[in-house]
């Protein structure tokens, strides 16, 4: 049984991190547009602050979950939108005190949750380090949509392990939720880190493979690059196809990012 108290860690830094950037913004930084279509640095907080509050109630409370699970289920192209917009009209104070508390929650939530316990989500339910890897991957996706609005580059850390190894694992997710038969093999995944060395997944004599940079990976299953702009390689008709579709966050499929000028 993994010990979840590393990523939980993790999923900390990660928020504090985020906090610096915006912590100090002016109240006109908060409205400026970030590559979500729609959605300004307030709408990207108060999206993390709505999943914080989903999350802790998955973990402390199933009941009331399942009544927001129910709600979703009634508007499921709109609701997670409506969730931000919602906390995107608060005062800037209180959407900041709003997620500082329900991250602070979760947090304890998670660490104080049941070794072994499995916990209700939007897909298949999660344990408690499944829980924090998924927050961490929304928290890092996001506040790369802040940094870019802010003209801000946030160079990538060894946190990242938590979302690459998240988007191997959702490999067969990816291609479910298109249609499409998952691959019955399991492919290679060789992905250099951010400090030189190698992450690796997966049978070293799989036929079908994918190599490149961790923080290249990391931007296409968390949908923030498009394929082409990313230095990524695949070896094999199934492995090809996945880094086309590759997404490591429940729900449908994603619209993903357009390319770059010049790249299409």
Known sequence: MADPTPVIDDLRAESDELDLLVAQLSSEQW?????????????????????DH???LAVTDADAFHTLVEKALTRPGSFVDEGAEDGARLPVAELLASWRAGRTALDAALREAPPGGRFPWYGPPMSAASMATARLMETWAHALDVADALGVVRPPTGRLRHVARLGV???????????????????????????????AYG??????????????????????????????????????????IAQAFAGPPGTGRPPKEGTE
Not at 171 to 197: I, K, N, Q, Y
């Open 54 to 56: 989903s999350a802790l």
């Open 31 to 51: 409205t400026l547009p970030t590559p979500a279509p729609g959605w300004t640095v307030a709408h990207q907080i108060a999206h993390l602050a709505w999943t």
């Open 203 to 244: 049978p070293e004599d799989a036929p079908q493979r994918v190599t490149g940079p961790a923080l290249d990976f990391c931007l296409l299953v968390t949908q923030r690059a498009h394929r082409g702009d990313l230095a990524l390689s695949a070896e094999g008709p199934g492995a090809d196809r996945w880094l086309d």
């Open 169 to 199: 694992r959702t490999r067969d997710f990816a291609f479910g939720v298109h249609g499409l038969t998952p691959p019955a093999e399991e492919f290679r995944v060789e992905l250099t880190a951010p400090d030189g060395g190698t992450w």
